[in-house]
């Protein structure tokens, strides 16, 4: 694609240049101008029903004026509008839901945990992912290095009466936990698959950004598959569409490190078409979902 084209795209869609650039060069004209779209329109909100069944919750919200409707790739969350306060609802404030986007939740369900494990959430805030594995896990010890963004998992922690989730302070690269079951690594990253919830972020991010996440998830990685237990499962997450911060991050850590496989979800643990070479890609542009990606690796010895 042209130079000036490129520049007419960004500008159109009031996006950095060089991410404009490298999009066309994924994914060609049409998907990068439908990712451009949905990156300026409202986020849409999508309630996952805690404590309740999908049904009832429907019920109660569509009793309390809410308009309801299916949620994608996700059968049991709720897809909401109607100029709604959640916090007024009585839903909310019993505790029956929490706001979680499609490709959160299917970092949860790719990640196949199984029933009873005891798990690490190390990148925990503000705490979505640690409150969906808590519903099969025996424990989850959610960590995370900000004391403020932990606030957010605190509260809704006391409004959903979880009682297995156990908030911890700590920097992901030294994890202050023994070995465990399974760890969840939800790394920090550009965000490139959330613009449409944080559109100033684009004006943010640098082309150096690419580098200095690399880095950090890189250590992050390397950090949390000392607290796997062999046989175990280490998930490594980004709500980024970037290779730097997804695949190559993956290639590489399995490359240095023998002891370690890509495992692919057990069939049926998400949509088929989210599955690209055993791992988890979800792409706004195609699957009407912010941005996520996962890989599901086993300790084997």
């Given at each position: 694609m042209p130079s000036d084209a490129i520049e007419a795209l960004a500008l159109k869609y009031s996006h950095p240049r060089w991410l404009v650039a490298r999009w066309v060069e994924r994914?060609?004209?049409?998907?990068?101008?439908?990712?451009?779209?949905?990156?300026?329109?409202?986020?849409?909100?999508?309630?996952?029903?805690?404590?309740?069944?999908?049904?009832?919750?429907?019920?109660?919200?569509?009793?309390?004026?809410?308009?309801?409707?299916?949620?994608?790739?996700v059968h049991d969350s709720i897809a909401i509008s109607g100029g709604i306060t959640l916090t007024e609802l009585g839903a909310f404030k019993k505790g029956l839901f929490f706001v979680q986007d499609p490709a959160a939740t299917l970092v949860s369900e790719y990640a196949a945990i199984p029933n009873g494990a005891e798990v690490a959430d190390l990148c925990a805030a503000p705490g979505g992912k640690a409150i969906e594995l808590s519903r099969t896990a025996s424990s989850v010890f959610a960590g995370d290095k900000s004391v403020g963004r932990l606030q957010r998992l605190l509260a809704n922690e006391r409004r959903l009466e979880t009682t297995n989730i156990f908030p911890f302070v700590?920097?992901?690269?030294?994890?202050?936990?023994?070995?465990?079951?399974?760890?969840?690594?939800?790394?920090?990253?550009?965000?490139?698959?959330?613009?449409?919830?944080?559109?100033?972020?684009?004006?943010?991010?640098?082309?150096?950004?690419?580098?200095?996440?690399?880095?950090l998830q890189k250590t992050i990685l390397r950090a949390a598959s000392h607290v796997v237990k062999p046989g175990g499962l280490l998930v490594y997450s980004t709500c980024s569409l970037e290779p730097?911060?997804?695949?190559?991050?993956?290639?590489?850590?399995?490359?240095?490190?023998?002891?370690?496989?890509?495992?692919?979800?057990?069939?049926?643990?998400?949509?088929?078409?989210?599955?690209?070479?055993?791992?988890?890609r979800v792409l706004p542009h195609r699957h009407s979902t912010d941005g996520a990606f996962a890989a599901r690796l086993r300790r084997v010895r």
């Open positions: 994914w060609g004209e049409q998907d990068t101008e439908r990712l451009l779209t949905l990156n300026n329109a409202e986020a849409p909100i999508i309630l996952r029903p805690y404590g309740i069944v999908r049904e009832q919750l429907e019920a109660m919200l569509e009793e309390a004026g809410v308009h309801v409707a299916e949620a994608p790739y700590a920097d992901a690269r030294h994890p202050a936990i023994r070995p465990v079951d399974a760890v969840l690594i939800d790394v920090p990253c550009t965000g490139t698959g959330t613009f449409r919830r944080h559109p100033d972020a684009r004006w943010r991010l640098k082309v150096s950004d690419l580098a200095v996440m690399s880095a730097e911060e997804n695949d190559e991050q993956v290639d590489a850590f399995l490359e240095g490190n023998s002891s370690w496989v890509l495992e692919p979800p057990p069939e049926g643990s998400v949509s088929p078409d989210l599955i690209d070479a055993g791992r988890l």
